[in-house]
């Protein structure tokens, strides 16, 4: 059965706020399939963790639930059961594990995969536009501190060898921004020329 065919049109159809869109989805999911195939995991579990990774983010960001990577567990364990996928409980694991805030360290290949491809989405020019399109927002100055608080942390976080080379190249491009960001916002270029 075409698991991943289902699921993808599953997904389709959900939520999504607009940080977290389908496109963040099918970007985590397209890394994922690359570093599991690099990686020699199980690229079907890692797909099919990619897709559900953030379903119940809405819910979060709405105030319903506390914590959308333990209720996306639970939601796409129970969607993967309806549909007969047999590593419901892998996928659900992934997925609990995968927000690399909670501090959790993911026990298999797979969830680690899937916590390296979520943290790679917020690197290179898509993570640099993603931060000024948060909802949390704040000024530039406000910005700047997210990029060095945690944003240009995440290359020292990746778990597999694929992933840390692509943080690598991805956090070079934020890096080369927030320095130029810098140098304009504090007037240390001026009319193009050096202060």
Known sequence: MDYIGIVFNYIKKLEYDHTHDIGHILRV???????????????EVVVLSALLHDIARPDEL??????????????????LKSINYSKYKDVSYCIKTHRFSNNIIPKTLEAKILQDADKLDALGYIGISRVFMHRNGGNLDERIKHFYEKILKLKDLMYTDTAKKLANEKAKIVESFVNGLEKELYYEVYHGKEK
Do not use: M, Q
């Not at 709405?62 to 969607?79: F, N, P, Q, S, T």
């Open 29 to 43: 999911t397209k890394t994922s399939e690359l570093i599991a195939i690099k990686e020699n995991a199980d690229v």
């Open 62 to 79: 709405k105030g319903i639930i506390k914590d959308h990577a333990l209720e996306g567990a639970v939601r796409a364990e129970a969607y």
